[in-house]
């Protein structure tokens, strides 16, 4: 059973930058990644990684303002987000998945484990 536990959430002003991490217990897992939900809207992903190689995805919202990074040595996988906007308020969850998948892989529907989740905040 593979067990995500996040942290690093909190409250910020626009303009300023958070690190979410995610501590993982790998096991037989390919893929991990971040996706967020605020109220009213539909959980979408963030930016997802390939546990093998690397690879990285990212929404278009949040190029070149956020990074995805694992360390392998700690299983842990790391959100680093900068240039924060308010628009970013949302719980932000740690998603795994193991096996094939069709499609993106920024489609939550492609995980099978999920995180409870770390609530970001972004002020005006």
């Known amino acids: 059973q593979v067990q995500l536990v996040e942290s690093g959430g909190g409250s910020v002003q626009a303009g300023g930058s958070l690190r979410l991490s995610c501590a993982a217990s790998?096991?037989?897992?390919?893929?991990m990644g971040w996706f967020r939900q605020a109220p009213g809207k539909e959980r979408g992903g963030v930016a997802t990684l390939k546990t093998g190689d690397g690879s990285t995805y990212y929404a278009n919202s949040v190029k070149g303002r956020f990074t995805i990074s694992q360390d392998n040595a700690k299983d842990v996988l790391y959100l680093q987000m900068n240039s924060l906007k308010p628009e970013d308020t949302a719980m932000y969850c740690c998603?795994?998945?193991?096996?094939?998948?069709?499609?993106?892989?920024?489609?939550?529907?492609?995980?099978?484990?999920w995180g409870q989740g770390t609530q970001v905040t972004v002020s005006s």
């Open positions: 790998r096991y037989n897992i390919n893929r």
């Open positions: 998603a795994a998945g193991s096996g094939l998948y069709v499609g993106s892989s920024l489609n939550p529907a492609v995980y099978d484990y």
